[in-house]
């Protein structure tokens, strides 16, 4: 699992012209599954996300998660995460799972996101989606499973 983690003010992800999920501040996700990947990983991930100290105290240290800060959480399934560009000119996309496995536990990370006390707002699994983000900072990490 490979989630691309980006501190924002706010973000909205938009399908045939539609938002279907924005926030204000917290942050967005870029999540991607792969063939591995189990509930397990799954569960470590969204809770290390969720208690990731990235936002900052009073003091300006990045000492806050975004439960503490009440942040929410939007949630944008992208397979070219694991887009291999090693050879060629065109990326590989093999380690990206496929559709009928990657979706169940898309899913299941949103719940335990939620299920953590967060917001979690969504894109549209598989659509074409535009997204829009304004980058606090910028923070962007990079969270993965293994």
Known sequence: MRVV????KQASVTVDGQIVG???AGLMLLVEITHEDTEQDIAYVAEKIANLRIFEDENGKMNRSVLDTDG???SVSQFTLYGDTRKGRRPS???AARPEKAEPLY???NEKLGSLGLSVETGVFGAMMQVSL???GPVTLIVENK
């Open 5 to 8: 983690v980006q501190r924002s």
């Open 22 to 24: 924005q926030i204000e």
């Open 72 to 74: 929410s959480i939007l």
């Open 93 to 95: 996309f093999m380690e």
């Open 107 to 109: 899913r299941l990370f």
């Open 134 to 136: 304004v980058n606090d």
